[in-house]
C-alpha cells in the first residue's frame, strides 16, 4: 500500500512541475486535482473512515470557478453534499474535505504531511504537535490549508465556504490565503450564552486544568473561537454571512461581529427567520444554497 500511495504522490509532484511551466492547461491542472484527491481518500480509507464522511470531489470538465467546502465540528463532509450538488449543477467545481477532528483524522493529516509534495517542508514543522484530547483544530487548520493550496493550483478562482466550526477555519484562512471570498454558515465564533456557558467559563477561570480534562472538546473548541476572534480586526474580501435569528448554539453575535470587521462593500449578512444551527441540512437549505450561489456570481 505504500508503494501505491507513492506512486500517486509522485504523479502529484510531476503534475505539480509541469502546471508550473504551463498553468494553462486545464487537462494537467483536472488531472493534478484527481491525484491529489486520490491521495487524501487511498489514506482516509486506510485509517477507516467510512466511504460517505470521506472527502469528496465533483470536478467540472471546463474551466470553472472552485469552491472548498469545511463542514461543522459535529458532522462530517456529508452533511455539505447538498450544498455542494447545488453548487455544482450550478457551475462550480466543489471539493469537501474531512476534517481531522479526532484521531483517525489527526491520522489522515499526518500522513498527508509526510507524503503531499511541495507542502511538505511546512507540514513537517508542525507535525511535532499531536492533540491528546479534544478537538485538534491546529491540525484542522493546516490540513485545510494543504487542500486550498491544491485547490488554488488547480484555480485562482478559489472560494471557501463554512459551516458552523467550518466557518471559523474559513476566517483563518482568509487572513492567510488569495482566495476570492467565503461563505460563511452559522460561524462559529460567539457560543449563546445559556446557563451551561457561564459555568464552563467560571470553571475554567478558576481551574482551567479541570475545565481541559472534563470538557476537552468545549475547552479546545472555546480556545480556538478566542484566538480567531482576537486575530479578526480587518477583513478584505466580500463575505456572505448566513444565520438564524434565533440559532441555539451560536449567537448573532458572531453575524455582527463579522459585519463591523468587513470592510469589501461586495459583502453580504443575511439573518434568517429560524432558531435551527444546521442550515445546511433541511428546510433552510435551500434558501441557504441559493444565497451561497447569488454571492459567489457577484465576487
Not at 487511498?42 to 470538465?61: A, C, H
Not at 455539505?80 to 466543489?94: I, W
Not at 461581529?257 to 435551500?286: C, I, M, Q, W, Y
Amino acid at each position: 500500500m505504500k508503494d501505491t500511495l507513492a506512486r500517486i504522490d509522485h504523479s502529484v509532484w510531476e503534475l505539480g512541475k509541469l502546471i508550473a511551466k504551463n498553468p494553462g492547461s486545464l487537462t494537467l491542472r483536472s488531472d493534478f486535482l484527481k491525484f491529489f484527491h486520490e491521495s487524501r481518500i487511498f489514506i482516509e480509507r486506510k485509517v477507516g473512515v467510512s466511504e460517505t464522511d470521506r472527502s469528496f470531489l465533483y470536478l467540472q470538465r471546463r474551466e470553472a470557478p472552485c469552491c472548498l467546502l469545511l463542514h461543522g465540528a459535529g458532522g462530517t463532509p456529508a452533511e455539505m453534499r447538498d450544498l455542494a450538488e447545488h453548487l455544482f449543477q450550478s457551475g462550480y467545481t466543489v471539493y469537501g474535505m474531512n476534517l481531522p477532528l479526532n484521531g483517525a483524522g489527526n491520522h489522515v493529516a499526518h500522513e498527508a504531511a509526510r507524503s503531499a509534495f511541495h507542502w511538505r517542508r511546512f507540514l513537517d514543522k508542525q507535525r511535532g504537535y499531536v492533540s491528546r484530547a479534544g478537538y485538534n483544530w491546529q491540525r484542522c487548520l493546516i490540513d485545510s490549508k494543504v487542500v486550498l493550496d491544491a485547490l488554488l493550483t488547480f484555480s485562482s478562482n478559489t472560494s471557501i465556504v463554512g459551516f458552523s466550526f467550518g466557518g471559523t477555519l474559513a476566517l483563518n484562512l482568509l487572513q492567510d490565503s488569495r482566495v476570492r471570498g467565503a461563505a460563511l454558515i452559522s460561524p462559529a465564533l460567539f457560543p449563546v450564552a445559556d446557563g451551561r456557558y457561564f459555568a464552563f467559563k467560571l470553571v475554567r477561570s478558576v481551574v482551567p486544568f479541570a475545565a481541559k480534562g472534563i470538557v476537552p472538546k468545549e475547552y479546545t473548541l472555546m480556545q480556538f473561537l478566542e484566538k480567531t476572534r482576537s486575530r479578526l480586526k480587518k477583513i478584505e474580501q466580500p463575505i456572505l454571512v448566513i444565520h438564524a435569528s434565533h440559532d441555539r448554539i451560536v449567537s448573532p453575535k458572531s453575524l455582527r461581529h463579522l459585519k463591523g470587521v468587513s470592510s469589501n462593500p461586495k459583502s453580504r449578512f443575511e439573518l434568517l427567520r429560524s432558531d435551527r444551527h444546521v442550515l445546511v441540512k433541511g428546510e433552510d437549505a435551500a434558501a441557504v444554497a441559493k444565497l451561497c450561489v447569488g454571492f459567489l456570481r457577484e465576487i
